[in-house]
């Protein structure tokens, strides 16, 4: 017995070092660190990771939070980064300062960082959260950052986005935005996703435009009246959470939409919503091949199903049609309003109960 577990091979230690490299880029940066106790060929295998993963959750105090980072910045080998990610719990918004959270940003960004995600906590109100302006603006053109995701933090500035040439995914949560145009090929030339996801923005109205934009998510729109011009976008989640301004029609040119999700939070009464806007935005809409509609628009399209009895459907190549909501809820009216518009075979249309 003693002589067969002398003679097995320590698989652990064998593993070829970009399998060993993959497995930790899976781990935060402290749990890639506590490997290497593992075996010694894991030793100093956290230091090739191409991922850097601070959280603060990982520790009990900053101080100690800090002096890791620190640490492990120092140590890591001068390699290329693919992902940075920090993130920010509760425990830091006892400093009035975010010192390590530069010195990472700035690892980040000198370092050829690919994907970098930035979330702060929520508990510290949007207006008094940490100003990225004096950071990003270090930003060169040269910046090799394709997808940001930034999470309950405030930005200020347009200028903070101007170095993020080569950006082609951009995910904001629960941000304060002072940006009412600044989503443009001008600051984005290569911008390809872009989700604006529970924003404030300052401002009425607001602008999006991208020459290479494929998809884009409002949720809710952050400003009453917006403007989107993306010739080759595919895909569009839309919804509002205000009331809308009977002046203040939002505009959407969209040539070459394949599917759009319209909907979400009506948190005012019903009666209150004016039915041009919605038959306005299915006119902007009209090359939609898949539409799908929230239990909250039917409703509101329920409510106006006079109306657009004598409208004409604005749907030329409609062929799929979702509503949430029952079948028996739902006017015959608004389905017709759907059916008449599309040439060739009616669309097909599937009810979906909004409590499954």
């Not at 935060?28 to 959280?55: E, G, H, I």
Request: glycine residues 4%.
């Amino acid at each position: 017995m003693e002589r067969a577990r002398k003679g097995r091979r320590n698989r652990l230690s064998h593993l070829p070092e970009p399998i060993i490299y993959h497995i930790l880029s899976f781990l935060d940066s402290k749990s890639a660190v506590q490997t290497s106790v593992l075996s010694r060929s894991w030793r100093c295998a956290w230091k090739n990771v191409p991922v850097l993963d601070l959280n603060t959750a990982s520790f009990e105090r900053y101080s100690r939070f800090e002096r890791f980072g620190d640490k492990v910045m120092s140590l890591r080998y001068p390699l290329s980064l693919r992902k940075v990610c920090f993130v920010d719990e509760e425990i830091m918004h006892k400093r009035r300062d975010h010192p390590l959270f530069e010195r990472v940003i700035e690892h980040a960004f000198s370092h050829d960082a690919q994907h970098v995600v930035i979330e702060l906590e929520h508990e510290l109100e949007l207006e008094e959260n940490f100003d990225f302006s004096r950071l990003f603006c270090s930003v060169t053109n040269s910046s090799n950052v394709k997808t940001l995701e930034v999470r309950w933090v405030k930005l200020d500035y347009k200028s903070e986005f101007s170095g993020f040439r080569s950006l082609t995914t951009l995910n904001l949560y629960c941000c304060w935005l002072d940006a009412r145009d600044v989503f443009s090929d001008s600051n984005f030339p290569c911008l390809k996703n872009l989700a604006i996801e529970k924003c404030e923005c300052y401002g009425y109205s607001g602008s999006i435009s991208g020459l290479h934009l494929l998809s884009l998510m409002l949720l809710p729109v952050p400003f009453q009246q917006v403007e989107v011009c993306a010739p080759k976008l595919k895909f569009l989640s839309f919804c509002t959470s205000e009331v809308p301004d009977s002046e203040a029609l939002s505009k959407f040119s969209l040539p070459s939409l394949e599917h759009a999700e319209v909907g979400g939070y009506f948190p005012f009464e019903l009666r209150d919503i004016r039915e041009q806007h919605l038959i306005s935005l299915f006119q902007d809409l009209h090359n939609v091949k898949s539409l799908t509609l929230r239990s909250q628009t039917v409703k509101v399209l329920s409510r106006i199903s006079g109306v657009l009895e004598q409208q004409p459907a604005p749907f030329t190549r409609l062929a799929h049609l979702k509503l949430f909501s029952r079948s028996n809820s739902v006017p015959m009216e608004v389905v017709n309003y759907f059916r008449k518009g599309s040439p060739g075979d009616e669309p097909r249309i599937e009810f979906i109960d909004e409590w499954e």
